[in-house]
């Protein structure tokens, strides 16, 4: 009887087996391999601007960040690598290519190649002693020409900047060795340029070369006006998804990074095609301190349909196409705001540099990181400071075992005991948990199959007040959506070189919550 018993038992154990190996296929976990107990967290950054000097290179060292992708443009070329005397000064550096592409002729888009050495794109400005004098007369010279089989390479964008003292001011414009022309309609010529009156205000000339150099004079009165910009520039001049497919090519590494969208103030409709072009098309900015935090429809330092949640309820509206999309958190051009990336790697110690560089690209891509919008250090005086919104905050468990997902948190400092944990799937947030770790089933429905589309989880460190004093309790920060959380604050910056922003209502406040924001799992 023992024996039959036992054959009985043995014979179920392949199909227990396969049952278990079919439900963990049913979930695309990106934390599946990640090792909670000996992996270390690497602060990155996939849209950040600066990093060409050691000063501005030491100020992100200051905040924290090990991973340096820095995303400049004018020209979009790859701030890549490091300066040999700075790398070997600071060797746990890690550094990859990136750059922020854009002036789609198809998109009104800017995106990111993450690990790519693609290079588009010139830039040359004015100088603002040149400017100060009329009329200006610059010469931009080694400029290609504009021929018929890749168009694109020579053709240019004059940005003129006229700011009126009084009345309403013009100044006139004349351009020798270019023509305008059409960006939306291949660049169709549409005549020379001889002394064209430009109102006061910003002005954007599309320009096809006939020559190797342009020859700009600009007429004005400075009186009546101030020229604040005057500068040649050039992007993409494609089509997104040839841009997109050259960016692909030429990832350092072919199993790590990839594109990000950037600042996705668009429709749905706009960004499905774009994730559906190839999988290493990554995702979505979530938080970009640029564009009101989590998102303004209405483009940078929107304040006016608030609360700002654009780029939030674009993830989710993405999420629940059934659609891949990590989420990506940064602070663009805001050296001194919040956003960034932290990205979950193996022990990094003793690996050469090429290695650890695959490691930091790798977890890009398999989504093995989680975004933070930190509070942010400041003086009893309103002044932000270093080390700014660094935060040792972190995820320290996302798992999931017999269709339960386990999470815990750790890294909260004295200053924000208080922990809540959110779970977000397709029917919004289903779940709140008021504690530093927390589970979450995941519901079958009667066929056997995952309720929802997706579960990403939220995580708060909390102080026990805000506004100098007041209670924040734990059912306060139950009634707040996340653009909320983010404003919660004791005191006001002070407008000075760490300011945050231009905009006081929106960017003035210090807050005082850290956030971090799991990528998905999904449903496949």
Known sequence: MKRRRLLATLATLPAASSLAAAASREIENPYAEVDWDTWQCLHSMSHQHQG????????????????????????????????????????????????????FTDAGLHANALGSLLATGHGNSVSAKERAASPITHRFEKLNVLETRRPWLGVYRLDVRLAAK?????????????????????????????????????????????????RVKLDFDPDAVSVTELRLMQGTNRPWRDVFREALEKLQ???????????PTGKLASYLPMLDFDPRVLGIEVWNQLTSGFGSSGGFYDSSGAPCLHFYQLWDDILRTGRRCWGFFVKDHNTYGRGRNVLLVPGLDGLAPAAREAAALRAYRRGAFFGSVASLAASDAGEVIAPYDRSCFRFSRITVENDVLHVATTGNDARRPNTQIRFVTDRGIASIVDAAQAEFPLKRDAGGRLEAAFVRVEAFACPQTHQRGQPLTADMLRRM?????????????????????????????????DMIFSQPLRRV
């Open 52 to 103: 060409q000097s050691d000063a501005s290179r030491d100020g992100f060292v200051e905040m924290g960040y090990g991973h340096f992708a820095f995303s400049n443009y004018y020209p979009s070329a790859p701030t890549y690598p490091l300066p040999a005397a700075y790398a070997a000064k600071h060797p746990e550096l890690i550094a990859a290519p990136n750059a922020e592409h854009h002036s």
């Open 166 to 214: 009084a009345g309403k001011p013009t100044a006139s414009l004349t351009i020798e060795g270019a023509e305008e022309c059409d960006f939306r309609k291949e660049f169709a010529p549409k005549g020379a340029m001889h002394g064209r009156e430009l109102p006061a205000g910003s002005h954007a000339i599309y320009l096809r070369t006939t020559a190797a150099e342009i």
């Open 253 to 263: 590494h072919p199993d790590g990074g990839g594109m990000t969208l950037n600042h």
């Open 481 to 513: 959506n996340v653009h909320d959380i983010s404003l919660l604050h004791d005191q006001k910056t002070l407008r000075g070189p760490a300011f945050a922003g231009k905009d006081a209502a929106l960017r003035a406040p210090i807050p005082i919550v």
